[in-house]
């Protein structure tokens, strides 16, 4: 007999990092509300969560986040004036974002690393199997990964990753993880992770990006696990354990994302991102498309 797993609903979008890297920007402006093109990064994540079918959304904030809240909450005045001059196209744009989920917020409050943050969800998530999506990562709607992820998760129970093949030289800077093949072409079944290894020690080139669907199992682990790289609790101890012990909460599997990132948590990264992403737009592409071809022309 198939086993049934339960249907995941619910969200996790941990937000509350200092965002060090785009100060001062971020000095009194979260990095989450920076804008690429004219959305900021965070709507992009609730979108795809919202597009996956996941409609219960929590963000985990820390102090001066308060601008998340207000993002995806009503604004009755902005509302009202847009009203007011029948301006349609813009009012659709503000209330967009109000409408995507169910929006609920808890604090971090002491910063002690990704795993730390996923177990402030506890209290809310419960027992259900739930997703992780990172703020830093986005995800081209064109190549859906977390519905993916979440079909994975329920047919085989557990936790799935999602991972892509990134240069051998590169995997330092990301949680890597050691690989069997199964039947899916798209899905390994994951024996090992490491976090940030050396090229030389790396076990592959498979690096862990920023989506997780994760079994509530890893709450327990979480609250065992001790301080790792950087004095942080880190997430990635908590799935070695997943995947190395079958019985704590089922298997790991990942999906091997083959399709289009944009890694917005580094500042050339975040400039690539807005310059990929306005080319690709139909009302703005064309005409900046242009532009560009022209400076680039010229600086050369």
Known sequence: MTQVHPRISKAVIPAAGLGTRFLPATKATPKEMLPVVDKP???????????????????????????????????????????????????????ESSDLATMHYVRQGDPRGLGHAVLCAAPHVGEEPFAVLLGDDLIDPRDPLLSRMVEIQEQFGGSVVALMEVDPEQIHLYGCAAVEATSESDVVRVTGLVEKPEPAEAPSNLAIIG???????????????????????????????????????????GV???????????????????????????????????????????EM
């Open 41 to 95: 990064a965070i709507q992009y994540v609730v979108e795809e969560a919202a597009a996956a079918g996941l409609s219960d959304v929590l963000m985990v904030t820390g102090r001066n986040k308060r601008p998340l809240e207000d993002h995806f909450d009503r604004n009755y005045e902005l509302e009202s004036a847009l009203t007011k001059k029948g301006d349609a196209g813009r009012l659709a744009k503000v209330q």
């Open 211 to 253: 989506r997780y669907v994760l079994d509530p199992a890893v709450f327990g682990i979480l609250r065992e696990t001790e301080p790792g790289r950087g004095g942080e609790i880190q997430l990635t101890d908590a799935l070695q354990k997943l995947a190395v012990d079958e019985k704590v909460g089922g298997p790991v599997h």
């Open 256 to 298: 091997v994302f083959k399709g289009r990132r944009y890694d917005t948590g580094d500042r050339g990264d975040y400039l690539r991102a807005i310059v990929r992403l306005a080319c690709e737009r139909e009302d703005l592409g064309p005409d900046f498309q242009t532009w560009l071809r022209s400076y680039v022309t010229e």
